[in-house]
């Protein structure tokens, strides 16, 4: 069985420029969550869906962070626009529930020069 | 707000020693997670802990959640350099908002 898939897994990019990281979760499964993880951080959970509906994105940093899920098998999260302090791993995830095991993507290295 | 500390941040130890991280929440949970991140990699689910005092084994691994669930402990058992990485433990509230503690990393010496 494939296991949820990020892409990209790298992106170097510019300040200022739009980056668009995707995520397909485990089929199945019906909710998805998005983290950063940073050294300085620890993991961090951005914002989590529930059959395709935000429940909470209390973690999104600010505006410049967006986040969708057009249906149950793919999700992006858009940062617009881009800065430095934005380079971190991001990691998708997803779980047959809330509160069950959740599953990890292989994150999306983010770079913002 | 809540949180959830998780220590030591760092341990290093013989190859076939024992180690323990702890896992302290400022509230009552409703259950807690552990999860194993190797170097470079992305964390992987290793159990769930729901009763109150429950204890779980995966051979060399134990996983306990305190009587009062608002504490938590994985033990390993003679470890193997395959154990090598960092140990995540997150709990989930009763809102059913999870927060991950800081990770344990474990690196052992051959």
């Known amino acids: 069985d494939a296991g949820v898939i990020q892409s990209p897994r790298h992106e170097v990019t510019e300040m200022g420029q739009e980056v668009t990281l995707r995520c397909k979760p485990i089929?199945?499964?019906?909710?998805l969550f998005w983290y950063r993880q940073t050294m300085m951080r620890g993991l961090e959970l951005l914002i989590y869906?529930?059959?395709?509906?935000?429940?909470?994105d209390s973690g999104m940093p600010e505006d410049r962070f967006s986040a969708k899920m057009p249906n149950a098998s793919f999700s992006t999260l858009k940062i617009q626009p881009s800065e430095p302090r934005d380079s971190a791993v991001y990691f998708c995830?997803?779980?047959?529930?809330?509160?069950?095991?959740?599953?990890f993507g292989p994150g999306t290295r983010l770079l913002v020069l | 707000g809540q949180q959830v500390m998780q220590i030591p941040q760092y341990q290093h130890v013989q190859e076939g020693e024992d180690f323990t991280t702890y896992c302290n929440s400022s509230?009552?949970?409703?259950?807690i997670q552990w999860y194993k991140q190797r170097p470079g990699g992305h964390p992987v689910f290793l159990i769930q802990l729901v009763k109150s005092g429950e204890v779980k084994k995966q051979k060399r691994l134990t996983f306990q959640f305190g009587e009062a669930k608002k504490n938590s402990s994985l033990h390993i058992t003679a470890t193997q350099t395959t154990d090598v990485g960092t140990y995540f433990c997150?709990?989930?509230?009763?809102?059913?908002?999870?927060?991950f503690g800081s990770g344990t990393r474990l690196s052992i010496r051959p």
């Open positions: 997150a709990g989930y509230s009763s809102a059913s908002k999870i927060i």
């Open positions: 509230t009552t949970l409703s259950n």
């Open positions: 869906f529930n059959n395709n509906v935000p429940i909470d």
């Open positions: 995830a997803s779980s047959l529930g809330t509160s069950r095991g959740q599953y």
């Open positions: 089929s199945g499964h019906n909710s």
